[in-house]
C-alpha cells in the first residue's frame, strides 16, 4: 500500500509563474514580429511601415496588424507588381526564438 500525504502544494505557484513567463514571452516575440516587419517593409511614403502595430488584445495573445490594405498586395504581389515579402519573413525569423523560449518555460 503506498499512502500520500501532500505537506505543500506549490503547483499554483508554479504554474502562476510559468503563466508569467509565456505571456512576457509572447509579449516580446509580437514586439519582434512588429520591429523585423517595419524594418523589412519597403517604403515609399513611410504609411505602410508605420501601419504596422503589435498589440494586446487578451492574456498571452498579442496581434501584430499590417493597418493598410494595400499592405497583402506588397507581401504577396500580384499580375502587376512582384511580390516584396516583410510580414512573412519576419515571423520566420522570430519563430526559433520564440519556439525556444516556450519549451523552457514548459519543459521540466
Known sequence: T???????????KIIAGMEAKA????AKAAMDVE?????????????LKNSIQASKIGEAHWRVVVGVDYGMYVE??????AAQPFFQPAIQT????????IRKVTSP
Not at 503506498?2 to 499554483?12: A, G, L, M, S, T
Not at 520591429?35 to 504609411?47: I, L, M, N, Y
Not at 522570430?94 to 525556444?100: C, E, H, K, N, R
Open 94 to 101: 522570430v519563430t526559433p526564438a520564440f519556439l525556444s523560449a
Open 35 to 47: 520591429a523585423h516587419a517595419k524594418s523589412r517593409a519597403p517604403v515609399d511614403t513611410g504609411t
Open 76 to 81: 504577396w504581389g500580384t499580375v502587376h507588381m
Open 2 to 12: 503506498v499512502r500520500w500525504r501532500v505537506v505543500e502544494n506549490k503547483f499554483p
Open 23 to 26: 505571456e512576457a514571452i509572447v
